[in-house]
């Protein structure tokens, strides 16, 4: 069963401090990997290991999928930073194995596509052509109080 937990990076809440990202203006996306997270040292997107590009998905710098909507709402002291859903359908062949979905700011460029946090699928998966992933997003997937 897929996670819809939201593992923050602990150089985010730094970044966030150093006004590095602006959630109602910055175009914000989710990259692919296999690779498992390291929250302590991973701090930009360069750092991890993404899927090669190919099956529709576009993997390097500036890579992955754009977060169509994000919500940014305060009530009583306390941030919601919200998305919606994201589905990626693979086309013109396979892509994966996936099973960590990173969200990064692809707007600053020091330093470059700073890491937010990442969502376990909880087991890898390899998206057939044509078929589709929904990216399992929390219902507020960071807040801030």
Known sequence: MPSS???????FSEQLARGVH??????IKVAFTNTTPNVAT???????????????????AGGGLVLDTVI???????????????VFTA?????GPIRYFVFYNDTPTSPADPLIGYIDYGASIVIGDGEAVAIPMPSGFLTIS
């Open 42 to 60: 991973h701090t930009v997107l360069a750092d991890i290991g993404q899927i090669a590009t190919g099956g529709g998905y576009t993997g390097g």
């Open 72 to 86: 940014v709402s305060e009530a009583a002291g306390i941030v919601t930073i919200d998305a919606a859903d994201e």
């Open 91 to 95: 086309s013109g062949g396979s892509v």
């Open 22 to 27: 602006n959630f109602g203006a910055h175009t």
């Open 5 to 11: 937990t939201l593992t923050k990076y602990q150089d």
